[in-house]
């Protein structure tokens, strides 16, 4: 794993090719509604748990083998935190497994009219609200 702050000699500082606060993001959130610690996960993905913290806290970049292990574990395709930007126009690309609060959260940070706290603020506004009042599964 490298430091947020290397980088890859083709990407520049502005275009990371991986989307460490998007993939930290994921891992935080699935953690937290499975109410798993980082030591839990780190056993399931074979990551260690400093790295995920790191990833988390946006501070770590993971090589590729970790990340194809993170990715595995949150059952998120490899295009969602790979980015590969060529311009600033890129469509929002969802997954059928992906729950309606990411999708809408995609859709929100990739609106360019909100600021990405603004965009972060609405994403948890309607994360809250669709778990409030959606019917809730049995199984």
């Known amino acids: 794993m490298r430091p947020a702050q290397a980088e890859n000699n083709n990407a520049s500082e502005n ?4 989307n460490v606060a998007e993939l930290g993001l994921y891992i935080k959130r699935k953690r937290e ?3 798993l610690s980082l030591r839990a996960v780190a056993k399931v993905t074979q990551v260690s748990a400093s790295t995920l913290s790191r990833i988390e806290n946006g501070t770590g970049v993971p090589d590729t083998p970790t990340l194809a292990r993170i990715a595995r574990w949150l059952n998120v395709p490899l295009e969602r935190v790979v980015t590969g930007r ?7 690309v969802y997954f059928p497994q992906e729950s309606v609060p990411d999708i809408v959260e995609a859709h929100l ?6 600021t990405p706290e603004t965009a972060r603020a609405l994403a948890e506004l309607f994360r809250v609200a669709y778990n409030q009042f959606s019917p809730k599964q049995s199984f």
């Not at 275009?15 to 991986?18: A, E, L, N, R, T």
């Not at 940070?109 to 909100?114: E, I, K």
């Open 15 to 18: 275009d990371p090719v991986i």
């Open 33 to 35: 509604s499975e109410r």
């Open 86 to 92: 060529s311009s600033a126009e890129t469509p929002v």
């Open 109 to 114: 940070r990739a609106d360019p009219n909100l």
